[in-house]
């Protein structure tokens, strides 16, 4: 066997320390949807953690680059959405494609630069307080700026064997991603610690108790069926991204959305986010009135999205609308959800005094919506009361307690056909999993290419619909009522807040430690 020493000593090797350092950032894309390998992240994340321990004075930039291209690799669908749907030039569309992970990867250096600074012994420094800062910073990065969480350490425990995935239901998707820190850090305390037998024996008690604890709570139900059954019912159009907003395409689009409808026998039937191109008060009523007749022909509530202008006419909102009751309502008047968390650059125009000029060069209509609201009221249709969101709003596990604790159901309307045939639209599924295990709810998504599913409390995938196809997806589903722990805490904050503290107390005893 080769000493420790001597394997310390060929991995410092500045040819081999940083392709590897490369190559294990290359490979997080496997850790997640639509592969869920989610065995290997805590690996990855340990072989990561014991490069940086091997080279102190190259921590910093080694957390960077670490982060800098497992975000390129994870997010490649950016260039996509900028490049073959928008029509970015690539002079312009290369450079914003690094834009986003350049800015991504500096959370965890920064989490690297704590841990760098942070002054205890090696179980306490690379056991505890690095998962904590880690934990800390996915949990900003998901906040600052509107926020983007795509990518964290948790999404990739969730996955249908994953034991470290039934912690969401406990403390949300944070908790997922700190019990994933801690596993990848306890590795490295089992394996990487020849002289220390009490430390190795430690960590692996920690590790078996972590994993015990995991698969305790995935068996362990927080809600409960409320007795109702719904057979539902998810039109995806598959509308080319290109095609979708050319008012040439928008009676061919009525007109596909229309048949699938028709020959959709649901109790709920949900058409994908923005599946009708024309503003709501541009409609003819006519059309609105076959589309209702149609359900209620059927026996369906029908809910549609579409965007409306708002009261004023003066903004625009980006809605489902519930045509259940359109038959009794007033003008369009017609109970609704209007997206509120909007996307930066997509929905809305941050620093448009600087943005302004790359939209001229792009096809990027309606990019400038008005947000909803917060806690909007659960949509009835049939016997469900159903909690929407909206695309991006699926990845902000917090702002759907409110309104999930009013329904039945959740769902999810979307369109990634921005991103055409890439991971993006099963990585934003993963995202819907990890929504119903926190909610302990059913989750139905509605999108126009893909990824369409149905989602089981555990966050399992019952059903899904091939994607870029033109069908529909039946299938049924339950009603549940009650709440997680997630749910009664109000979300991440008491966690983070707990982290916080836990985290000024390592970082200010450890500096106390080394003053004379």
Request: aromatic share 12%; net charge positive.
């Amino acid at each position: 066997m080769i000493p420790f020493t001597r394997l310390d000593e060929f991995w410092r090797k500045p040819a081999v320390y940083w392709p590897l350092l490369l190559a294990l950032a290359a490979a997080t894309p496997l850790t997640f949807a639509p592969y869920y390998h989610f065995w290997l992240m805590p690996l990855l994340f340990g072989a990561f953690i014991r490069l940086l321990e091997l080279r102190p004075e190259r921590q910093i930039r080694s957390a960077y680059l670490f982060g800098l291209i497992a975000y390129v690799c994870q997010f490649y669908w950016i260039h996509t959405a900028l490049h073959d749907v928008s029509g970015l030039p690539n002079l312009y569309a290369v450079p914003l494609t690094f834009l986003l992970p350049a800015y991504l990867a500096l959370f965890p250096m920064l989490s690297v630069w704590l841990w760098q600074k942070t002054r205890l012994s090696r179980p306490l420094k690379t056991g505890l307080a690095l998962p904590v800062y880690w934990t800390l910073a996915e949990f900003a990065r998901e906040r600052l700026l509107t926020g983007f969480g795509w990518g964290a350490l948790g999404y990739s425990q969730i996955a249908d064997y994953s034991p470290l995935a039934g912690f969401a239901p406990l403390g949300g998707i944070h908790l997922v991603t700190l019990a994933t820190a801690f596993a990848g850090a306890w590795l490295v305390l089992l394996i990487d610690n020849p002289k220390q037998t009490r430390q190795r024996l430690a960590a692996l008690c920690a590790l078996t108790t972590l994993f015990a604890a995991g698969t305790l709570l995935r068996q362990t139900d927080f809600t409960r069926p409320d007795g109702t059954r719904a057979s539902v019912a998810l039109p995806q159009g598959n509308i080319p991204q290109t095609l979708k907003w050319e008012a040439s395409q928008a009676e061919a689009t009525l007109r596909r959305y229309f048949d699938l409808v028709a020959q959709s026998r649901a109790d709920i039937v949900i058409l994908p986010e923005t599946a009708i191109t024309v503003m709501l008060q541009n409609l003819p009523t006519e059309v609105l009135d076959a589309f209702a007749r149609q359900a209620e022909t059927n026996g369906s509530a029908l809910a549609v999205g579409i965007a409306r202008y708002t009261d004023s006419g003066e903004q625009y909102e980006n809605a489902v609308i519930n045509l259940s009751g359109y038959r009794s309502a007033q003008g369009f008047n017609m109970p609704y959800y209007a997206k509120d968390h909007l996307v930066p650059f997509g929905e809305y125009k941050p620093l448009p005094f600087i943005t302004e000029p790359l939209y001229q060069m792009m096809n990027m209509p309606l990019s400038d919506f008005k947000r909803g609201g917060a806690d909007q009221a659960p949509l009835i249709m049939a016997n469900q009361r159903v909690a929407f969101n909206i695309c991006y709003e699926d990845g902000f596990g917090d702002e759907l307690i409110a309104p999930a604790k009013r329904a039945s159901l959740l769902a999810n309307a979307s369109n990634l056909a921005w991103y055409g045939n890439s991971n993006a639209m099963y990585q934003h599924l993963q995202q819907s999993q990890a929504r119903s295990l926190e909610l302990g709810r059913y989750m139905v998504r509605a999108t126009n290419t893909g990824a369409t599913a149905i989602v089981d409390p555990k966050g399992r995938i019952r059903q899904a619909a091939p994607a870029d196809t033109t069908t529909v997806l039946s299938g049924t589903v339950e009603g549940y009522t009650g709440e997680t722990p997630y749910m009664k805490l109000g979300g991440s904050w008491p966690l983070i807040t707990a982290l916080i503290a836990l985290a000024a107390g390592l970082f200010g005893f450890g500096r106390r430690q080394t003053q004379p």
